[in-house]
Structures are given as C-alpha cells and as structure tokens.
C-alpha cells in the first residue's frame, strides 16, 4: 500500500500534468498515475509538439523551394527526411524530460501503470509487469484523454493505412496520400505531406471541410490548399481500403448521400476523422462514474462527477479537444479541489489550425450568429493592404471582427494568416474583459505589424479602416 494522497490525478497529459502542478503548488501531496512510458499525454507524444515540429520543417523547405527566389535567395532544398523526424523526435523528448523535471521539482510523486478505480478514495496502479498497488486519496482527477476514432472496412497498421500517429512518421514521402476527413489533424498532416511531395486527395463527408469554422473563412482555406496542390472530394466517404499485389492500396469511395462507388488508387491512408474519450481500464463500472450518450465523463461545471471525491477534465469531458482547454480545466480543478472558486470561460476558447497562412479563431462565426438571431457587424480586413504582410510576401487571408450591431462588443474573430495563432490572444484578452469593437480599434497598434490589420478590421466595425 502506497502512502495516503490528497489528490491523485490518472494521465499526464496537458490536463492532468497541469491539475498536478498546480494542487502541489496550493500544498497538496500529489500522485500522478500514468501508463505511457514517458509523460505529456497526446498532445506532447503524439499530437500538438510533434506535429507542429514537422509543420514548421515542412514549411521552411517549401519555402525554400518556392519562395526565397522572391527574396533574392538562390537555394535549392534537398529534403532530408530522416533528419526532420529526428528533430521531430527530439523536440518531443525535450518537452515530455521537462514535464518529468516538472514533477520532481513539483514533489510530485509519478506512478507508472494503468491506473483504476476499485472504490472511491483508492487508485490501483496496475504496472505492464510486476504486482500492482493501491494508493489512498483524497480526490481523483481523471484526465485519461482521448484515442483516434476507427472507420469500418479500414485496418489500421500503422505504416501504410494510419492515424495521426503513423502519420508523425512515415519513413518515405508517400507519393500519393489519401486523407479521409477535411478537419484540423487532416489538413496540418495533409499540408507536412503535400510540402514534402505527397500529392494529397482529402475525402471529406460533409459538403465543406472543418465544420467548427466561420464558413467563409473553410472556402477560403479550401480554396488555398487547393493552389498548394491538394484535391478536395466533397461529399464522400471510404468504405474500404484494400492492400493490393503491387503495393498500392484501393480505396472504395461513394457518396455520403450513397450511390455509385469508385476506386481511388493511393499510396498511403491517414484517416482523421475525429478523436473519441478514452476511459478503457479505469474501472468506471466499479466506482459508479456516469458517462454522457457520446462516452464522454459527465461533469458539473465544478468538474465533480456523480462520485463524490471524482473528479474529470480534458478531452474525456464534454468540450473542445484542446490542449489549451485541458490545462484550464487542470488549473481549475486543482483550485477548486483546494477550495477555491475558479471559472473556465468557455465563450474565449481560442482555435488554431497551423497551416500555412495559419487560421486561427475565437468565439461566435458569421453562421452562429445568424443562427442565433443576434445582430452583429462585421469588420474585414484583408492582408493585401497590409504593409509588413507584403514585405513578407504574407499577404494571403483577413482578420474579420464580430461586434454586436448595439453595444459594439466583439463576440468571435476569424484570423487568416502568418502567425494568426499569435495574433488572436489581443482579441482574447480584450473578449475577457468584455471590449468593445472600438476598444480594439483606439488601442495603438506597432507599424509595421501583421497585428495592425487586427486595429483596422475593428475601425470597420466603426466608421471605417484608414489603409482600405
Ligand atoms: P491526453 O493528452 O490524451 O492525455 C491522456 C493521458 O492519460 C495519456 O498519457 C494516457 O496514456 C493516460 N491514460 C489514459 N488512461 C489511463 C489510465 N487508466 N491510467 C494511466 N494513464 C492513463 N490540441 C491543441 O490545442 N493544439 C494542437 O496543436 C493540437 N494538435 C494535435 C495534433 C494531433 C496529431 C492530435 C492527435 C491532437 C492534437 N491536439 C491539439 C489535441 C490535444 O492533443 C488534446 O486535446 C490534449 O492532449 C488533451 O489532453 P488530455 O490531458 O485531456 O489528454
Ligand atoms: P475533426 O472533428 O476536427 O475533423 C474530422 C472531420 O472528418 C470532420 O470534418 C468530419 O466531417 C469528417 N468525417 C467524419 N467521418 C467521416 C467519414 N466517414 N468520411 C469522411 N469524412 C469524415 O477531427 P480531427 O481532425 O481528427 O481532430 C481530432 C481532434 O483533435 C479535434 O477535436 C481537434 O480539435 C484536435 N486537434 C487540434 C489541433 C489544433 O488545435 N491545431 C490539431 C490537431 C487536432
């Protein structure tokens, strides 16, 4: 029997790694079980770190390819793969060794093996080899995560036919790649394959790609990926994939609608269409946890469960699957677990999609505000008229900003550009304090910045920019 524990926390990811840190620092003696060899969950192992090191070495070598000529730059890129995965690799070494340094500074103590829940008040430590323990605890914080969600007719082996995983690290470009779903992970994975040579086809269900985005700002990323070579099939859906003799695979396509089905030769499949909670081996059944319809924890909005002294945060609650989203949760959970009264704003939960331009958004789109009857105004400033974006040769996308027509509030944002995932923390803040349009408008902006179209998007909310 393992010493007695205020909070015990099962995953390491962005959620759990941060409701640890931050109960240890309120005073509480904190265990962390996690079954993964290394800490970080997804998102530092096989998510946010990994693929945004090879977004980032992708997008040097196309531009290397196709843009330092414009600069005066004569180079010609030679792409070494292996090298790109190794940095890959090593970032995410650096990032999982800090949580791990972390912890210990932390007095953290970290438990490896599955862990479960025999009873309230008890966490068994079930490691691959050798006996188990059970821990005594106060609380329990369950931040097990998520895991990719599988399509009937298609195996996944990881090499060929593969999830975001297998994605981080195919060993060859594949020439042909055949992503099926237009949402984040296949468009960021999409754009490392399409940079390296891959001539990626995407197969996305619904009539548009990435339904959780503004749908002017979905064209416009269509339209731009598609002059960076991607081929868009709307409307669609793989039923199979089979390995042929040669090597190739043969992909069944048909209508989402049904109808006639076609074969799509390909030489490797990612498939991302979307990520479910993962709760295998916690031994919910056991300790009486309550699931929602979709499998996700159900939660109040203090993160308690129908257990008492359970508690549960991160992609295995209700909500965005964000990294950013679990850590709050993980910061407030850890407040509220020592008594305190924090609040998680989920009307200011910032988006980001790392392609390039990057796209980044905050709050109500056009759509939902329409939907929702409210009477808004929209200002829209477009990166061409924007100084430094054309010193940089950065002139594709806009900043658009959402203001209710009375009080002038700004209620979303849609960003399209370089660094859009930087720029949207101006439009957070100011959405925290409940700013207004002209707020953002008056507040100076440095020249020349990308950040200036921001000031001058809100001016159109107003009586107009300077610069259009
Ligand atoms: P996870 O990070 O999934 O961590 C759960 C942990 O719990 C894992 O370590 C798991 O091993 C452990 N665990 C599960 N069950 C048990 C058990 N019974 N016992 C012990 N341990 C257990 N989000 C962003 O915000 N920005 C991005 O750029 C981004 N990029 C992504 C790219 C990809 C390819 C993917 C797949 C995801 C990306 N995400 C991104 C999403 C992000 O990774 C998740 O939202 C985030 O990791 C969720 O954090 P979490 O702590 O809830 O769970
Ligand atoms: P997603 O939900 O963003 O997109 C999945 C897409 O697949 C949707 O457009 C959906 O309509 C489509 N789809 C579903 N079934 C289909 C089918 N049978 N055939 C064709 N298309 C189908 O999911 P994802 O891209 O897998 O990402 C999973 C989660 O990870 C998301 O919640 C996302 O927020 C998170 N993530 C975030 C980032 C980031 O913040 N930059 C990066 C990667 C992943």
């Given at each position: 029997?393992a010493?007695?524990?205020?909070?015990?926390?099962?995953?390491?990811?962005?959620?759990?790694?941060?409701?640890?840190i931050?109960?240890?620092?309120?005073?509480?003696?904190?265990?962390?079980?996690?079954?993964?060899?290394?800490?970080?969950?997804?998102?530092?192992?096989?998510?946010?770190?990994?693929?945004?090191?090879?977004?980032?070495?992708?997008?040097?070598?196309?531009?290397?390819?196709?843009?330092?000529?414009?600069?005066?730059?004569?180079?010609?890129?030679?792409?070494?793969?292996?090298?790109?995965?190794?940095?890959?690799?090593?970032?995410?070494t650096?990032?999982?060794?800090?949580?791990?340094?972390?912890?210990?500074?932390?007095?953290?103590?970290?438990?490896?093996?599955?862990?479960?829940?025999?009873?309230?008040?008890?966490?068994?430590?079930?490691?691959?080899?050798?006996?188990?323990?059970?821990?005594?605890t106060?609380?329990?914080?369950?931040?097990?995560?998520?895991?990719?969600?599988?399509?009937?007719?298609?195996?996944?082996?990881?090499e060929?036919?593969?999830?975001?995983?297998?994605?981080?690290?195919?060993?060859?470009?594949?020439?042909?790649?055949?992503?099926?779903?237009?949402?984040?992970?296949?468009?960021?994975?999409?754009s490392?394959?399409?940079?390296?040579?891959?001539?990626?086809?995407?197969?996305?269900?619904?009539?548009?790609?990435?339904?959780?985005?503004?749908?002017?700002?979905?064209?416009?990323?269509?339209?731009?990926?598609?002059?960076?070579?991607?081929?868009?099939?709307?409307?669609?859906k793989?039923?199979?994939?089979?390995?042929?003799?040669?090597g190739t695979?043969?992909?069944?396509?048909?209508?989402?609608?049904?109808?006639?089905?076609?074969?799509?030769?390909?030489?490797?499949?990612?498939?991302?269409?979307?990520?479910?909670?993962?709760?295998?081996?916690?031994?919910?059944?056991?300790?009486?946890?309550?699931?929602?319809?979709?499998?996700?924890?159900?939660?109040?909005?203090?993160?308690?469960?129908?257990?008492?002294?359970?508690?549960?945060?991160?992609?295995?609650?209700?909500?965005?699957?964000?990294?950013?989203?679990?850590?709050?949760?993980?910061?407030?959970?850890?407040?509220?677990?020592?008594?305190?009264k924090?609040?998680?704003?989920?009307?200011?939960?910032?988006?980001?999609?790392?392609?390039?331009?990057?796209?980044?958004?905050?709050?109500?789109?056009?759509?939902?505000?329409?939907?929702?009857?409210?009477?808004?105004?929209?200002?829209?400033?477009?990166?061409?008229?924007?100084?430094?974006?054309?010193?940089?040769?950065?002139?594709?996308g806009?900043?658009?900003?959402?203001?209710?027509?009375?009080?002038?509030?700004?209620?979303?944002?849609?960003?399209?550009?370089?660094?859009?995932?930087?720029?949207?923390?101006?439009?957070?803040?100011?959405?925290?304090?409940?700013?207004?349009?002209?707020?953002?408008?008056?507040?100076?902006?440095?020249?020349?910045?990308?950040?200036?179209?921001?000031?001058?998007?809100?001016?159109?909310?107003?009586?107009?920019?300077?610069?259009?």
């Amino acid at each position: 029997m393992a010493d007695n524990f205020d909070l015990t926390v099962i995953g390491s990811g962005p959620g759990g790694y941060v409701a640890a840190i931050r109960a240890a620092q309120l005073g509480m003696k904190v265990a962390v079980v996690e079954k993964w060899p290394t800490f970080g969950g997804t998102c530092l192992n096989i998510g946010c770190i990994p693929s945004k090191a090879l977004l980032h070495a992708s997008e040097l070598f196309d531009e290397a390819g196709h843009q330092f000529r414009q600069f005066g730059i004569e180079a010609t890129p030679t792409l070494n793969l292996e090298q790109m995965l190794r940095h890959k690799d090593d970032t995410v070494t650096a990032n999982v060794s800090g949580i791990e340094f972390l912890f210990k500074n932390n007095k953290i103590t970290a438990f490896r093996g599955t862990g479960s829940i025999p009873a309230p008040g008890k966490v068994l430590v079930t490691p691959e080899s050798g006996p188990g323990q059970t821990i005594e605890t106060r609380n329990i914080v369950i931040a097990s995560g998520s895991v990719p969600i599988g399509l009937p007719g298609i195996t996944i082996d990881e090499e060929r036919v593969v999830s975001s995983t297998g994605a981080l690290g195919f060993r060859q470009v594949p020439k042909r790649l055949l992503v099926i779903g237009g949402g984040i992970i296949g468009l960021e994975l999409g754009s490392v394959w399409s940079r390296l040579g891959a001539r990626v086809t995407v197969v996305e269900f619904l009539d548009r790609i990435l339904p959780g985005l503004d749908s002017e700002a979905a064209r416009q990323m269509q339209r731009t990926l598609q002059k960076q070579g991607f081929e868009f099939r709307l409307g669609a859906k793989v039923t199979a994939v089979d390995k042929r003799a040669d090597g190739t695979l043969a992909a069944r396509l048909e209508p989402a609608a049904g109808g006639e089905a076609l074969v799509l030769e390909t030489d490797a499949v990612l498939v991302a269409v979307g990520r479910k909670p993962f709760t295998d081996g916690l031994g919910l059944e056991v300790a009486g946890v309550a699931l929602d319809e979709r499998g996700r924890i159900r939660t109040d909005h203090n993160f308690k469960t129908n257990v008492p002294g359970i508690y549960a945060i991160g992609d295995v609650v209700a909500g965005p699957m964000l990294a950013h989203k679990a850590m709050d949760e993980g910061h407030a959970v850890a407040e509220i677990i020592a008594g305190q009264k924090p609040h998680v704003n989920y009307t200011t939960v910032p988006s980001v999609m790392y392609t390039s331009p990057e796209v980044a958004w905050i709050g109500k789109s056009e759509d939902e505000l329409k939907a929702a009857g409210i009477e808004y105004k929209a200002g829209k400033f477009p990166y061409t008229a924007n100084g430094r974006a054309k010193a940089m040769l950065a002139t594709q996308g806009y900043v658009k900003i959402l203001a209710d027509v009375t009080t002038d509030r700004v209620l979303g944002a849609q960003i399209i550009s370089k660094s859009a995932g930087e720029m949207i923390h101006e439009i957070a803040v100011l959405m925290e304090f409940s700013g207004s349009a002209e707020d953002l408008g008056r507040t100076m902006h440095a020249h020349p910045t990308m950040s200036e179209a921001i000031k001058e998007a809100a001016l159109m909310c107003g009586d107009g920019a300077i610069h259009i």
